[in-house]
């Protein structure tokens, strides 16, 4: 199928589902570690090569916050990395100089990708939650005329 | 330093994210749009320190840190303190001879909100820079204490209407001029210094890279348009900070040494600065028409600051 791309590591853990804790019953100065075992080498790995703890929230889930959600259209993207670069959730997946697509986990669905995708029509666009994926590729408009 | 290449996106875009999802910014928020340029930029170990603030609040949701570098939280007013502490304690205990990996390349990063960094951490922020701690600390510039529900700080411009200076039958909001921050800051003598927004994405990470290469202490301003208290939808963020650097009202800027300033953009068509305040919420009771004299004082203030900016390129002083 078009468009969609998960990484396999990703959990996808509610946030806030986790058992709490009183404020009075955390300890003063806690260390978190995002990876498990040695992270020396973070800043050369991919995602999917790394080794997240659960205390990552690269392990947990915004997608309850969307009402909609951005869809993408690999046929007409140009892979600029617009979208990359612009989005705040870091949400665009993109691998050797290639959008390949969303992280629908991570997604809050502020639409900027749409906005900063210059291809005519958009490669990116937003739909309805609900609405299944080649249902709304289906739908794709067609080229947008240059007003005069 | 490791830098990634950023001589286009593409290349940029092989960089690997050290900043994840999951945090809980709101959508279109452009605070995470700059730190994940920042992170993306170098290849270096990281040390961080956040004080509180809407970027700390939403990204160490306890359990949870969406950091995948060294990260520190600390209190209100001490970013600059703890990236310096750090920054001490490293160069002491390469002196020793105690680190691990003394070779490994490692820079160390402050990120303030323009309220810890203009009000209540300044003085932290002056002393830091004043003892000359190689560490580079990022404003987070949305004008506004947003955390908290948005009252106005020192860097809240004329006319914003904020919740403690909310506009009203008698008020236009915000009575005061906002501090020019990087003058104070290029004014201690910081080796680099800039204002820098993250719409000209490879202009801020240029910028970044050559704070986190430049020895000694570094401030950079950034841009942070905050679709919450600024009163915009989520998808202009990046529209808005068009906005906000054609109009001029945020120019884009460098000064090396206290001395030398650059000019990084000169935008092609100067747009009125009306433009800029007119889409966004917090600005919208001076479009009223015996609020005309605020929007004429705006215009003449950015005139006049951009005219200084460029006798000040030209002069080389
Ligand atoms: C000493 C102290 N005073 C007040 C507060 C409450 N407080 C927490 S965040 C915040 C506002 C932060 O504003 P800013 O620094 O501009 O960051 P933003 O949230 O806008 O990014 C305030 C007032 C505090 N935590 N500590
Ligand atoms: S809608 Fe927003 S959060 Fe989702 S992918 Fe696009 S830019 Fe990222
Ligand atoms: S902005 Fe549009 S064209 Fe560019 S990479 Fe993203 S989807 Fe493709
Ligand atoms: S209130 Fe503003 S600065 Fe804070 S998370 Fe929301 S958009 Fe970002
Ligand atoms: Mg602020």
Redesign the pocket.
């Known amino acids: 199928m078009q468009g969609v791309c998960a990484t396999d590591k990703r959990g996808s853990k509610e946030l806030g589902s986790e058992e709490l804790v009183g404020w009075d019953e955390v300890m003063q100065g806690v260390v978190v570690n995002s990876f498990e075992g040695d992270a020396t080498d973070i800043a050369r790995q991919k995602a999917e090569e790394r080794n997240y703890s659960e205390f990552s929230s690269y392990t947990a889930t915004v997608a309850s916050w969307?009402v909609i959600?951005?869809v993408y259209n690999r046929d007409i993207c140009i892979d600029c990395q617009n979208?990359w670069v612009?989005?705040?959730?870091t949400?665009?997946v993109s691998r050797d100089k290639q959008m390949l697509g969303?992280?629908y986990d991570?997604?809050?669905?502020?639409?900027?990708?749409?906005e900063v995708c210059p291809t005519n029509p958009k490669s990116?666009l937003?739909f309805a939650e609900h609405e299944d994926l080649d249902k709304a590729l289906a739908q794709w408009p067609q080229k947008e005329k240059k007003e005069k | 330093m490791a830098i990634t290449s950023v001589k286009n996106l593409k290349e940029f875009s092989t960089a690997n994210d050290r900043f994840e999802g999951a945090h809980l910014l709101c959508?279109?928020c452009a605070h995470s749009m700059i730190v994940r340029e920042l992170m993306n930029c170098t290849d270096d170990n990281l040390v961080i320190a956040a004080n509180t603030g809407c970027l700390e609040v939403s990204t160490a949701v306890y359990p949870y840190t969406s950091w995948d570098t060294s990260w520190i939280h600390i209190g209100f007013e001490n970013a600059a303190t703890a990236a310096a502490g750090a920054e001490a304690m490293y160069k002491a205990r390469k002196r020793k001879g105690t680190l691990k990996d003394p070779d490994a390349p490692v820079k160390f990063v402050a990120f303030g909100g323009d309220g810890s960094t203009y009000d209540i951490g300044f003085q932290w922020l002056s002393g830091a820079v004043e003892r000359g701690h190689d560490f580079t600390y990022i404003c987070l510039d949305n004008e506004v204490y947003a955390n908290t529900g948005g009252q106005r700080s020192s860097s809240t411009p004329i006319g914003s209407s904020t919740t403690t200076s909310p506009a009203g039958r008698i008020s236009y909001g915000e009575k005061k001029m906002k501090k020019d921050m990087v003058t104070i800051m290029a004014a201690h003598g910081a080796p680099y210094v800039a204002q820098l927004a993250p719409n000209k994405w490879k202009i801020m990470a240029k910028g970044f890279q050559k704070a986190l290469s430049t020895e000694g202490p570094c401030f950079i301003n950034t841009v942070s348009a905050c679709t919450t208290e600024w009163k915009f939808d989520?998808k202009d963020t990046i529209h808005l900070t068009d906005l906000a650097t054609d109009s001029l009202v945020f120019p884009i800027y460098e000064i090396i040494d206290g001395q030398e300033l650059n000019i990084l953009y000169r935008p092609k068509n100067i747009l009125p600065v009306r433009d800029y305040l007119g889409a966004q919420g917090r600005f919208r009771h001076l479009f009223k028409p015996e609020n005309e004299h605020v929007l004429v004082e705006w215009q003449k203030r950015v005139d006049a600051h951009w005219e200084r900016l460029q006798r000040r390129e030209e002069a080389r002083v």
């Open positions: 969307r959600k951005p979208c612009w989005c705040p959730d949400s665009i969303i992280d991570h997604c809050k669905g502020c639409q900027v990708c749409v990116l937003m | 959508p279109g989520s």
